[in-house]
């Protein structure tokens, strides 16, 4: 009988072990949603990221990461409580994987976690018996980073989404258009240290394409949190094409491709990448 991993392993139709590797990090994640959601973990926190849109809005591109943010401000709340979930979760689906917490170096709004695990044991069990599981040594760990900010900003408005493996299950998401607020927060604001995240740029040219309109005042109060905006001042639809436009001159986007090539495996939809074409884009598409 075909499992509910077997089945959503299929779906991706994968061809070599990078591709099983992508899957299987993939599922997990899923699984892990599952189990959050079955331990009421959505009656208090929203999903967001790239990897809420893999799951959700078929972006074509995998993400390593999973991003949450609590519905409101809670100084009290402990992601550890639902770890028990998570691990119960993945070992009902055949996933023996630890779940801990990362201790914080500094002050933060943001707790995180690691879904870790061994990379060759879990490929071996889903991967048909006459491939070979290439390139991947049993010393290599699956490692799932999520987040959850316990102090967001306001505005965001919120919608339901249901999944049917490995078994039904829904999942609290912020809404699209506060989904790309917190990407162009991302594309504005993120520090890039040695190497420019050009995923940030690949999905903002997603929402662009699908006619997203962003949740301005979401985006204000990240930006106010931030640091980055006048409380005093309302963000316009004008001003931020301005911003955008301002920070598309600071990328080095030769760097940006290769930070996203791994994730999407086709160069030519990158091929016109460059200033001009992200501030022509932006001001032909938003509003």
């Known amino acids: 009988m075909t499992t509910p991993v077997q089945q959503m392993i299929e779906k991706y139709g994968c061809k070599n072990t990078a591709e099983y590797k992508n899957a299987l990090k993939e599922v997990i994640q899923e699984v892990a949603l599952c189990g959050l959601s079955r331990g009421g973990f959505f009656n208090k926190a929203a999903f967001y990221g790239g990897t809420a849109l893999r799951i959700f809005y078929g972006l074509d591109r995998f993400s390593e990461d999973m991003d949450f943010s609590l ?43 690691f879904i870790k695990g061994g990379t060759l044991t879990h490929l071996l069990k889903i991967m048909p018996a006459n491939e070979k599981v290439l390139g991947v040594t049993d010393t290599e760990l699956i490692k799932i980073k999520f987040e959850i900010d316990t102090n967001p900003p306001e505005g965001a408005k919120f919608e339901t989404k249901y999944a049917l493996l490995p078994i039904p299950y829904l999942v609290q998401m912020y809404d699209e258009g506060s989904l790309f607020a917190g990407k162009i927060h991302a594309v504005l604001c993120r520090a890039w240290k040695n190497r420019v995240k050009g995923r940030d740029f690949y999905d903002y040219l997603w929402y662009l394409a699908r006619g997203t309109q962003p949740n301005l005042f979401h985006l204000q109060k990240r930006l106010e949190q931030s640091g980055k905006w006048n409380v005093d001042e309302k963000l316009t639809s004008q001003k931020l094409k301005e911003l955008l436009c301002e920070r598309f001159a600071l990328v080095d986007f030769e760097i940006a491709k290769q930070d996203v090539l791994p994730f999407i495996g086709d160069s030519t939809k990158l091929a016109l990448w460059g200033k001009d074409f992200f501030c022509s884009v932006t001001n032909s598409s938003l509003k």
């Open 71 to 113: 519905l409101s401000k809670d100084e009290t709340f402990e992601i550890d409580s639902y770890f028990s979930y998570l691990r119960e979760e993945l070992l009902a689906n055949g996933f023996e994987l630890s779940v801990e917490r990362k201790e914080k170096s500094s002050e933060s709004d943001v707790q995180s976690a």
